[in-house]
Each structure stands twice: as structure tokens, then as C-alpha cells.
């Protein structure tokens, strides 16, 4: 009489199921071998037994990566929302679109802002967010990832970049001043360096207008000066939103 115990592994058991296995006087090793198999193999039916998932839900696929889908690489002026809202879709390994899955948005670089940090995907995978421009000039980017832990899949995140450019021209700036006297006829030891900027101070690069230099009295600028300005030019285009003097001296009337 053979009598034997089959055990599943710990990690892997609901419970315990012994095996008795009696094979019969008449019966040879071949269908002993069988028999003992069938009852083994009953073991996975118990209706006790359930088995982990590690599904986003219950039954369902396993969220594995995250793509683009649209709104990278676009540009708009500073403190302004780009034209096509940053959208992600989150699938499984096979490519299929995963729903519920909650995604975080968050600015890397660049400043700015985003309408929410966290955003849930649809029934087609899809999540989204409006993406506003900080007030600096240049690269803007945003990183998107799986909101509680990182997905299994390349690529896990995605990055979408934008650059903001300057606003429209406001104000003009001396980036370098005149000296604070000077004698009269004499050029400037400093030559003025002005620049076209919008009004976070971004130089508008795209200006051209010609910028004309005066004397005055006042820091306001509200009382003319009696002397006249006279440079190489004067006024003077500016080239990507700065104009350059050279030779610039000061006489009085």
C-alpha cells in the first residue's frame, strides 16, 4: 500500500490536499502513472482556490506603458495656454487601450502651469490636461507618468516639450546705460545698448522697429533737454529686438 502527500508550495496554496493513491493489484505502472496524474491535477479545481491578479481591475488587463498622442513639440507666447491640450493613452502590453488608470502631470521645466496634477483615463485610455506657459522665454516641458506606481512597460513616462515665446513689445530698456555725464561733443566712454522687451522683460527677438535716442532732463522723460543726441545712426533699427549705438555724443543748444 503506497501512501503519499502532495503539497502545493506555500506562496502558491489556498490549502492543503492530501492524495492517497492505492493502485490496484492488477493495475501496471502505465496506468498507475495516469492515475496518479488525474488526481494531481485535480488539485488547481478546488472552488476555494482563487488566484492573485495584478490587474488594474479585477479580471481585466494590466496597464504596461504610456504614449503620446498629441500636443508635443508646440509653441505659444509666455502666459498663454497651448492650442492642442497635451494628451497621453495608457495601454497594455499588447496595445490595447486601458482605462482607470489615474496619470500625473507635472511641469519639469520652463515654469508655468498645468489646469490638475492628476488626470484619470477614459474608456479609450486617454487623459489630458491644458498646459500654460510660464513668463520666461524658451524650453517648457512636462513629465506624465503612472500616478501610484511606476509602469512595467517602456516607455513607463513621457515628456512633452513647447516653447513659449516673447509677448508683444511693451517697453525699451538700456541692457547697457549711458554714463551719467559726459563732456560736451565727446562720445560716450559707454555706447547705449537698447533693447525691445515685452512686459515679463523677455527681449522680443522678432522686433525690427527703429529706436531713436533723445536727451532730457527728467528720469521721467517728461522735460526735453535743450542739447541734441547725435550718434552713427540715430534713429536706429534694432536687429532681433536690440539696437546698438556707436558713436553717440551729447551737445548742448
Not at 516673447?166 to 560736451?184: D, N, R
Request: charge should be negative; hydrophobic fraction near 40%; aromatic fraction near 4%.
Amino acid at each position: 500500500k503506497l501512501e503519499e502527500t502532495v503539497k502545493r508550495p506555500k506562496a502558491e496554496r489556498r490549502k492543503e490536499i492530501f492524495v492517497k493513491v492505492e493502485p490496484a493489484p492488477k493495475m501496471n505502472g502505465s496506468a498507475f502513472a495516469l492515475t496518479l496524474a488525474a488526481l494531481i491535477s485535480l488539485f488547481g479545481c478546488s472552488s476555494n482556490q482563487t488566484n492573485p491578479s495584478s490587474s488594474d481591475e479585477a479580471g481585466g488587463p494590466t496597464a504596461d506603458h504610456i504614449e503620446i498622442v498629441q500636443g508635443d513639440a508646440q509653441s505659444a507666447a509666455v502666459a498663454t495656454n497651448v492650442a492642442v491640450a497635451p494628451q497621453i493613452r495608457v495601454l497594455d502590453i499588447m496595445g490595447a487601450p486601458i482605462a482607470n488608470i489615474a496619470v500625473n502631470f507635472t511641469v519639469v521645466a520652463g515654469g508655468g502651469s498645468i489646469s490638475s496634477g492628476t488626470a484619470v483615463t477614459d474608456g479609450s485610455g486617454l487623459a489630458s490636461v491644458s498646459w500654460t506657459m510660464g513668463t520666461v522665454s524658451g524650453s517648457q516641458s512636462i513629465l506624465v507618468e503612472r500616478a501610484s506606481v511606476a509602469l512595467p512597460g517602456i516607455p513607463a513616462s513621457v515628456t512633452f516639450n513647447a516653447t513659449a515665446n516673447p509677448g508683444p513689445a511693451t517697453q525699451l530698456v538700456f541692457s547697457t546705460a549711458p554714463v551719467a555725464s559726459v563732456e560736451q561733443l565727446e562720445n560716450f566712454s559707454m555706447q547705449p545698448v537698447v533693447q525691445i522687451q515685452d512686459s515679463y522683460s523677455n527681449l522680443v527677438t522678432g522686433a525690427t522697429d527703429s529706436i531713436a535716442l533723445a536727451a532730457f532732463t527728467d528720469s521721467g522723460c517728461t522735460s526735453a533737454a535743450t542739447g541734441t543726441v547725435t550718434a552713427s545712426s540715430n534713429p536706429l533699427p534694432a536687429i532681433g529686438g536690440i539696437s546698438s549705438f556707436s558713436n553717440v555724443s551729447y551737445s548742448r543748444s
